[in-house]
């Protein structure tokens, strides 16, 4: 007998030993009492026996078809539970999901990829650090990380978190040179300048109650195209720059790094996960935003206590 005849009749069988009428039962499969009849009677034709006690009023389970209902209700419990754990395994993550990220992201969610493994065991991360603005379909990129920027209307944006720039030195620099009080003392200091991927040179950004007038006239010895550099020229003394909050974070918990000038705190460009419209809700892509919501999303106490 083949898989095709071993199943032949069985749902019809276990749907009318259910409902006690070959009607009910039709009813519930739509197709006529006739048929019913017939794939029943053609079943226990197969197996020998008889599985129903038929009367004009009622339709009776045999003792030999109470045994085989028990067995054909196992056989159909272990089938949908098959078919549950093909849907789930559909619905998890897994495979390869390709992040890509600005290089000062980096140290954001680097050190939490060990707990992203952990909680999709069958994902592999495959991230593409640049600064560059990526085209997400081009290059097959399930999630970006953006700082900033409007995104065309075919791409959704999440907003993860808010930024702040902080303006830093090491304790070494100040102890030589002073600590600026005004933005204006700047101009007395040798300020680091990070460009940016479009060979422009970023000048420091502060409050709008700092900047009436001319900004300050700034001198520096370096102009340099790597966030995390910059501030590793500011961590040995070389001078003074600024950074995004969330760069400077831990340098300041371990007193590397001093804010200066921080009443003129001024607010950064919001970090965005921006995916293809159409592949928002896949696993890959949705496990993802939600761990970098997580993991970039937390908010840190600002140094006067409020929410940075």
Same mark, same amino acid.
């Given at each position: 007998?083949?898989?095709?005849?071993?199943?032949?009749?069985?749902?019809?069988?276990?749907?009318?030993?259910?409902?006690? $009428?070959?009607?009910?039962?039709?009813?519930?499969?739509?197709?006529?009492?006739?048929?019913? $009849?017939?794939?029943?009677?053609? +079943?226990?034709?197969?197996? @020998?026996?008889?599985?129903?006690?038929?009367?004009?009023?009622?339709?009776?389970?045999?003792?030999?078809?109470?045994?085989?209902?028990?067995?054909?209700?196992?056989?159909?419990? $272990?089938?949908?539970?098959?078919?549950?754990?093909?849907?789930?395994?559909?619905?998890?993550?897994?495979?390869?999901?390709?992040?890509?990220?600005?290089?000062?992201?980096?140290?954001?969610?680097?050190? %939490?990829?060990?707990?992203?493994?952990?909680?999709?065991?069958?994902? !592999?991360f495959r991230i593409s650090m640049t600064d560059r603005f990526v085209p997400l379909i081009a290059e097959r990129v #399930?999630?970006?990380?953006?700082?900033?920027?409007?995104?065309?209307?075919?791409?959704?944006?999440?907003?993860?978190?808010?930024?702040?720039?902080?303006?830093? %030195?090491?304790?070494?620099?100040?102890?030589?040179?002073?600590?600026?009080?005004?933005?204006?003392?700047?101009?007395?200091?040798?300020?680091?300048?990070?460009?940016?991927?479009?060979?422009?040179?970023? #000048?420091?950004?502060?409050?709008?109650?700092?900047?009436?007038?001319?900004?300050?006239?700034?001198?520096?010895?370096?102009?340099?195209?790597?966030?995390?550099? +910059?501030? #590793?020229?500011?961590?040995? @003394?070389?001078?003074?720059?600024?950074?995004?909050?969330?760069?400077? #974070?831990?340098?300041?918990?371990?007193?590397?790094?001093?804010?200066?000038?921080?009443?003129?705190?001024?607010?950064?460009?919001?970090?965005?996960?921006?995916?293809?419209?159409?592949?928002?809700?896949?696993?890959?892509?949705?496990?993802?935003?939600?761990?970098?919501?997580? !993991?970039?999303?937390?908010?840190?106490?600002?140094?006067?206590?409020?929410?940075?």
């Amino acid at each position: 007998m083949g898989l095709t005849d071993l199943f032949s009749g069985v749902v019809p069988f276990v749907y009318t030993a259910e409902e006690r $009428s070959f009607r009910r039962a039709a009813e519930r499969l739509g197709v006529t009492s006739a048929a019913i $009849s017939k794939a029943v009677l053609k +079943l226990e034709d197969d197996l @020998g026996v008889r599985l129903l006690a038929r009367t004009s009023r009622s339709v009776e389970l045999t003792p030999e078809g109470e045994r085989y209902l028990v067995r054909c209700r196992e056989a159909i419990t $272990s089938i949908e539970a098959g078919r549950r754990s093909m849907t789930e395994s559909r619905a998890l993550p897994r495979g390869e999901v390709h992040l890509s990220m600005p290089f000062i992201l980096g140290r954001l969610l680097v050190p %939490a990829l060990p707990a992203a493994a952990a909680r999709y065991p069958s994902l !592999v991360f495959r991230i593409s650090m640049t600064d560059r603005f990526v085209p997400l379909i081009a290059e097959r990129v #399930d999630v970006a990380l953006r700082i900033g920027g409007q995104e065309p209307s075919s791409l959704v944006s999440k907003l993860l978190r808010r930024t702040r720039w902080i303006t830093v %030195a090491s304790p070494s620099y100040l102890a030589e040179h002073g600590v600026p009080r005004a933005v204006r003392d700047l101009e007395r200091h040798n300020f680091l300048r990070f460009v940016g991927p479009n060979g422009k040179v970023r #000048d420091p950004i502060f409050a709008a109650a700092s900047a009436k007038g001319d900004g300050p006239e700034l001198h520096g010895n370096l102009l340099i195209d790597q966030g995390d550099h +910059l501030l #590793d020229a500011a961590l040995v @003394g070389l001078g003074i720059c600024q950074a995004l909050d969330f760069m400077v #974070d831990d340098h300041l918990e371990a007193g590397r790094l001093v804010s200066v000038l921080d009443e003129h705190v001024a607010p950064g460009p919001a970090v965005f996960a921006v995916t293809v419209a159409e592949r928002r809700r896949a696993p890959n892509v949705k496990a993802m935003v939600a761990f970098l919501s997580e !993991v970039i999303g937390e908010r840190r106490p600002a140094r006067d206590g409020t929410p940075a």
